[in-house]
């Protein structure tokens, strides 16, 4: 069983999504999946979500029966987390190559403190 789930909740963000889902793939730490709920999205956001569970056994796709928001789309992704530890991402956001390790390290410690302002995240030790 994963360690890490990384919550998604994806709305309309077909140009960026993928990219975003391969920034994950690149990880150096693969100990997660990830749960991607589409909130009723009017492009291809869905099917390119659906395509990448086929390809990775380690993403889950769920979608709500219409745009809820984004509360409600995390809560519903939460209830498919089962792992020790959540992340979430946005579909247009990247995440640099060790972040889920770096996550995973410093939470053993105890010493971890993320704080997140735009695209940036700022990381104490």
């Known amino acids: 069983m994963a360690r890490v789930s990384v919550l998604m909740g994806i709305y309309n963000c077909a140009p960026t999504l993928q990219e975003a889902l391969d920034s994950l793939y690149v990880?150096?730490?693969?100990?997660?999946?990830?749960i991607l709920?589409?909130?009723g999205s009017k492009d291809e956001t869905l099917k390119i979500a659906e395509e990448n569970a086929k390809k990775h056994e380690n993403v889950i796709v769920i979608k709500n029966e219409r745009n809820m928001g984004l509360n409600?789309?995390?809560n519903h992704c939460l209830e498919y987390a089962d792992t020790e530890y959540i992340a979430r991402m946005d579909g247009?956001?990247?995440?640099?190559f060790i972040t889920v390790t770096i996550m995973t390290i410093n939470t053993r410690s105890g010493m971890m403190e993320i704080r997140g302002c735009g695209i940036c995240c700022?990381?104490?030790f």
Request: aromatic letters at 18%; a negative charge.
């Open 122 to 124: 700022f990381i104490s």
């Open 37 to 39: 709920c589409d909130d």
């Open 72 to 74: 409600y789309t995390l």
């Open 92 to 96: 247009d956001d990247i995440s640099i």
């Open 27 to 34: 990880q150096t730490y693969q100990d997660f999946k990830i």
